[in-house]
């Protein structure tokens, strides 16, 4: 049967990227890698993959996508799913080798929900048939993906190794002492360029992985700590303050995720929603659509993200004064500026920010 057959490699492992391969297998070849040993790639080892990745690129069609690892970290804060990611993988795979041979059968191992593959696959790619088994690697040419994969995956995290003058460490399971050499001679924030950031070593060693990826909501909590209560001071000084009743007020978000990101919150130090009498409760939720208001029209927006953080667990920086976040958005907003550079670009600054939505709420200031 002529096939293609997928399979990924460095799922598994924290440190480097994720390899997936794709292989076309006919009659011919299938003979050739029978007898030069083809297996799965996990009964090999690493000098035989070597040797066998060599065979099968110079014998068989293939192509070989490698997702690096700041890349797979975006990918990752964005789909927040690993399956997704192999899935969106796998799917490049295909449709890059369909580019150079015609074949309508592939094979790939199973993994995750059998939609993801077929979801991520496009125009090209939908008229295959797409046979997804356990054990996909006893086919012969999953086996020589897995194989080509797993020389790719080797290749970038030695050469990762080489450029960073430090042996990065197969596998998930012995990786701590490695890590933490490396943030202690690269800082952690580098982190995200050699390692999957998602595993649970990264908490072992810097703690919550979101400050590599949130650095602007680290910032807030931190002057928040620093501060004592941002909502209460910003009673007393009125900064960034763009409406205020006797009993609640309208502030802006200092480390906003989009312009106009404002936050409703009590004037009372309250952490939650059943310490708030009536009235408090009252007069509180009457300021969103007020504030919905103002926002469409001073900006515009398309769209409202409309929420509650409660509890560190949450998310929420500021546990112990409820407020309500409404952040304006526009189609298109959703892009990696966040999590790429250090802080989120907001083209408006906060100053003209809060005076667009002073005059809009009509408020003068204290
Ligand atoms: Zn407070």
């Excluded at 959703?334 to 002073?358: A, H, Y």
Aim: charged letters at 25%; a positive charge.
């Amino acid at each position: 049967m002529r096939r293609i057959g997928t399979d990924e490699s460095g799922k598994g492992d924290y440190f480097g990227g994720l390899a997936v391969a794709a292989v076309y297998v006919d009659e011919n070849t299938e003979e050739t890698l029978k007898s030069s040993g083809v297996k799965d790639s996990k009964r090999l080892s690493s000098n035989k993959i070597h040797e066998l990745a060599r065979i099968i690129r110079d014998n068989c069609p293939h192509s070989i996508v490698y997702i690096g690892a700041e890349r797979y970290n975006e990918l990752y804060s964005k789909l927040r799913n690993a399956n997704k990611i192999l899935a969106w993988g796998h799917a490049r795979a295909i449709e890059n080798l369909l580019l150079k041979i015609d074949c309508d059968t592939v094979i790939t191992d199973k993994f995750g929900d059998e939609k993801f593959v077929a979801d991520a696959l496009m125009e090209r790619g939908k008229k295959i048939k797409l046979i997804q088994r356990t054990h996909g690697e006893e086919d012969i040419a999953v086996a020589a993906a897995s194989i080509l994969a797993r020389d790719a995956f080797v290749s970038h995290l030695s050469a990762l190794s080489k450029k960073y003058g430090m042996d990065l460490p197969k596998g998930a399971s012995n990786v701590i002492s490695a890590a933490r050499d490396f943030v202690a001679k690269y800082g952690k924030d580098e982190l995200k360029r050699v390692a999957k950031l998602h595993f649970g070593t990264t908490n072992e060693i810097v703690g919550d992985y979101n400050r590599l990826w949130a650095p602007w909501r680290m910032e807030y909590i931190r002057v928040a700590d620093k501060t004592g209560c941002i909502f209460c001071e910003a009673f007393k000084t009125d900064k960034y303050v763009v409406y205020r009743t006797d009993k609640s007020m309208v502030i802006l978000n200092a480390f906003p995720y989009n312009n106009g990101h404002i936050m409703i919150a009590p004037v009372r130090h309250v952490g939650e929603f059943e310490s708030l009498t009536d009235e408090e409760l009252f007069d509180l939720i009457k300021l969103l659509p007020l504030s919905i208001t103002k926002l469409k029209a001073v900006y515009n927006p398309h769209g409202f993200n409309i929420g509650v953080n409660l509890g560190r667990p949450a998310g929420a920086g500021i546990i112990d004064h409820i407020h309500i976040h409404i952040v304006p958005r526009w189609v298109g907003d959703t892009n990696f500026m966040p999590v790429i550079g250090d802080t989120k670009v907001i083209s408006q600054s906060l100053d003209e920010s809060c005076k667009l939505l002073r005059t809009a709420f009509g408020y003068k200031g204290k």
